[in-house]
């Protein structure tokens, strides 16, 4: 059976062939960056929120799920603080990829 492709295979594959190459055929490591660290942080969030037991919202369910995914967000982000801190990023740039983050959760 061939591999399942994801929407981030396929854009790296139509960004960069070779990319996609190294990264899902020969499996070389990538070195860590905020897009990697935030996209595995977000996938979490979505993850966990589609698990989320919609029986017990009541008739503001758009404000209660709004506040799931942000509690979410903030759970798994801190969760991944190391990893975070390991980037060598300002702490300013931490915070702007989180609020961005977070606007992201909103429009979705």
Not at 96 to 105: G, H, I
Request: hydrophobic letters at 30%.
């Amino acid at each position: 059976m061939g591999r399942i492709q994801s929407p981030s295979s396929i854009n790296t594959f139509n960004q960069c062939p070779r990319k996609y190459y190294y990264q899902y055929i020969e499996k070389l490591e990538t070195k860590p960056n905020i897009h990697l660290v935030r996209g595995n942080v977000m996938h979490s969030v979505l993850e966990d929120f589609f698990k989320t037991d919609i029986s017990r919202l009541s008739d503001n369910f758009e404000v209660e799920l709004r506040t799931i995914a942000h509690e979410l967000l903030r759970k798994f982000w801190n969760e991944k603080k190391d990893k975070f801190d390991s980037l060598d990023l300002e702490d300013e740039q931490i915070d702007f990829f989180y609020r961005d983050s977070e606007t992201m959760l909103n429009n979705w």
